[in-house]
């Protein structure tokens, strides 16, 4: 408890300097330090009682991690000087960048270009932009077009711009969690596509089964396709069981299980943690909740912070909260109750800080800062990363806490690395190697067509006293890992039923649970820098 509170001492200290930025309220005493730790009271495979999946958008591993650790620091612009003895990864040389097959060539982006277009991250076209495992069709078949004058930082790259990758000028955030604690270079998308599939797959690696009399629309508009394995989602229409959503909206069989049901069925606290979720108008009788809420990008720029489509425990009536009701009270947040563990981002905060975080938490920024190109950027998204990290490492429980950051998919942007096919798919929507084929079309689980899998390579890292220091994994992972890792922690059986943590690969060689590390990383949400490692 002493080693404890001097950590929380330091982590106060050093935090002084980012005050203009993080609410003081994420820098006071952790309240109720009697009350008991729920989480730490549950039987675990590892030292690790709490688990915080940071679940970000839309990012290629070569557009955050391409010449990692190696960034160009021109003046002006945060600088980053990598480690003594920093491994590297499988990224991109200056022989690969010359060299590259693609009509166009991988362009560094700078701090000024952070805000960019949307790129195409459809389940064809992310194919199709593989070429075979080429990897050189991008421009034509992800790059939407190039950007618009909306985006005057990198309006002039035209199809260029889905090449385009930012270094540790940028995503210096990350780049130092790297630096302190463990990186992957080979976690994929479960299957290629957008944002849903990935959402879904990062708590159930599941996304057949989708309910036939939910669909319709769904099917028509191209979201849910309709194989003889039954109907399987591969686009990005919103949650049936969610009053904010809209377009589409459809829901998954009765019989499919997520992570959060396993956790509930043997009384495990655990939370969806997202920002706007609190509605803008509550629901009353007969009426549905409106999510209209807004939050600034660090631009000044207003955006919605809710999506609907992002929150994928509301496409399984088991684990929705329709209305988006509130927890009764605070005590509620992470167990069975009113709010069903779906929450607003602050009610995170709230339970942090006062002793009661749950063994398991997902966190979805609110809109403005969840790195989804076009409605934020890179340093949007390191103000809310950095902020979340500082508190935790401020609290008791961050000797028992894990942090992964990941993403739900690459949206198009440029990777040279083909992933491994290890799920195969023969349908309309396929096109890797041969029209309506990705591999030889075999599908291996369930034999469940269009999930063919693995989809393009993201960034994957883990903060926490038992991650290694400054190393990278290489072993091959992807979203339903993460599934994997909270299934065997806390004892629970795999979720089966054509779920890709059947093939999971693990995260355990990202952590050493034989050496607790007593470290304090602080970094500024403005540039990332470290401001003390506390070691």
């Known amino acids: 408890m002493i080693r404890k509170n001097l950590r929380w001492m330091a982590a106060v200290l050093m935090a002084t300097n980012i005050a203009v930025v993080t609410p003081s309220s994420l820098l006071a005493a952790p309240k109720d330090r009697g009350n008991p730790d729920a989480a730490a009271a549950y039987a675990t495979g590892t030292p690790i009682k709490h688990l915080v999946i940071i679940f970000g958008e839309n990012v290629s591993f070569d557009h955050y991690f391409a010449t990692y650790p190696s960034a160009d620091n021109p003046s002006g612009e945060t600088q980053f000087k990598a480690k003594a003895k920093t491994p590297t990864v499988n990224g991109l040389t ?110 159930s690696g599941m996304t057949g089964g989708v309910d036939p009399k939910t669909d319709a629309a769904a099917i028509a ?46 009384k495990i606290s655990w939370g969806w943690f997202q920002g706007g979720f609190t509605p803008s108008t509550p629901s009353v009788t007969g009426s549905k909740a409106v999510c209209a809420s807004t939050t600034n990008r ?47 981002i602050s009610w995170f905060t709230k339970a942090a800080m006062a002793g009661h975080l749950p063994a398991v938490s997902y966190l979805k920024a609110p809109r403005a800062e969840d790195a989804h190109p076009s409605n934020s950027s890179p340093l949007d998204e390191q103000v809310f990363v950095t902020q979340i990290i500082n508190l935790l490492q401020s609290l008791p429980t961050w000797d028992s806490t894990a942090v992964i950051i990941t993403y739900d998919d690459s949206d198009g942007w440029f990777d040279h690395q083909m992933s491994p096919i290890v799920n195969q798919s023969m349908s309309p929507a396929d096109d890797l190697n041969a029209t309506g084929m990705c ?20 960034p994957f ?43 999971a690969g693990p995260i355990d060689n990202m952590f050493n649970f034989k050496d607790q590390r007593d470290i304090t990383l602080i970094l500024n949400p403005n540039t990332g820098a470290v401001i003390s490692d506390g070691k």
């Not at 929705?320 to 607003?344: C, F, K, R, T, W």
């Not at 220091?469 to 806390?490: A, C, G």
């Open 94 to 203: 200056q022989g690969q960048i010359e060299l590259n097959q693609s009509s166009v060539k991988p362009t560094r982006l700078d701090p000024s270009q952070n805000y960019t277009c949307d790129m195409n991250h459809d389940y064809t076209p992310e194919q199709q932009a593989y070429d075979s495992g080429l990897m050189d069709k991008f421009p034509e078949f992800t790059s939407g077009g190039g950007c618009n004058s909306s985006f005057p930082g990198v309006m002039g790259l035209g199809p260029q711009i889905v090449m385009g990758y930012y270094d540790g000028n940028t995503v210096t955030g990350l780049w130092n969690y790297a630096q302190n604690f463990a990186l992957n270079d080979n976690m994929y998308d479960t299957n290629f596509g957008p944002s849903t599939p990935g959402a879904i797959n990062v708590i």
């Open 221 to 266: 508009d191209g979201s849910v396709l309709h194989t003889s394995s039954g109907d399987v989602l591969i686009g990005d229409d919103d949650a049936l069981y969610d009053d904010c959503g809209t377009s589409s909206p459809f829901g998954m069989l009765a019989k499919n299980q997520n992570i959060g049901t396993l956790l509930s069925a043997r």
């Open 298 to 344: 660090i631009d000044g720029t207003p955006e919605t912070a809710y999506s609907s489509h992002h929150n994928p425990f509301a496409y399984y009536q088991a684990t929705s909260n329709p209305h988006h009701l509130p927890p009764a009270s605070l005590a509620e947040v992470g167990h069975d109750g009113v709010a069903n563990h779906q929450y607003d």
């Open 439 to 458: 591999g030889s079309g075999k599908a291996a689980l369930e034999a469940i067509q269009a999930r063919c899998g693995y989809g393009p390579r993201m």
């Open 461 to 503: 890292l883990v903060i926490s006293p038992y991650a290694k220091d400054n190393f990278v994994d290489h072993t091959v992972i992807d979203q339903s890992s993460v599934v994997k890792f909270i299934e065997e922690n806390w004892g629970l059986p795999a979720i089966g039923n054509g779920s890709f943590d059947e093939f």
